[in-house]
């Protein structure tokens, strides 16, 4: 510290990365706790993520391995275009929203996001053979 730039200088920018931090964890439960993609992983299941990329209520930077928390969801194409935010076919990666239409920010984007977890909730689990079972928890 120099008497030509005293300590409290700093603040505001100190400030602004604190909140840039904060924000990145999520500040509304949406960012938490609400779907913002779906990811197929190498084996064929899906993990439901949220704003951040973890699985649904994880708010942290650590690493989390999606394995732990992936589900063998049924999804077509056709499903796809319904639930991505873009009506892409794409079915490893499906994204309900982007920064562009955030659910929170309008009713608009609201009632295309809720439309899109209706779809969502539809979807089908597949059932899981022995072999699957024991593959999966290895």
């Not at 200088?9 to 779907?35: C, M, N, W």
């Not at 992983?41 to 394995?67: C, E, H, M, Q, S």
């Not at 499903?79 to 562009?100: H, I, M, R």
Request: hydrophobic share 35%.
């Amino acid at each position: 510290m120099s008497e030509a730039n005293p300590w409290w200088t700093d603040i505001g920018k100190i400030t602004a990365k604190h909140e840039q931090e904060r924000s990145a964890y999520g500040d509304e439960a949406r960012q938490v706790f609400l779907p913002y993609c779906i990811q197929q992983i190498a084996d064929g299941r899906y993990v439901v993520l949220n704003r951040n990329y973890k699985p649904l209520g994880f708010r942290t930077r650590d690493w989390v391995d999606y394995g732990d928390y992936a589900v063998p969801l049924r999804i077509t194409a056709k499903q796809a275009e319904k639930l991505s935010y873009e009506g892409s076919p794409n079915t490893s990666f499906v994204c309900f929203y982007n920064d562009g239409c955030i659910p929170t920010a309008s009713v608009m984007h609201m009632r295309a996001y809720l439309d899109r977890l209706a779809a969502f909730a539809k979807l089908g689990i597949k059932r899981r053979s022995v072999r699957q079972l024991l593959r999966w928890t290895r």
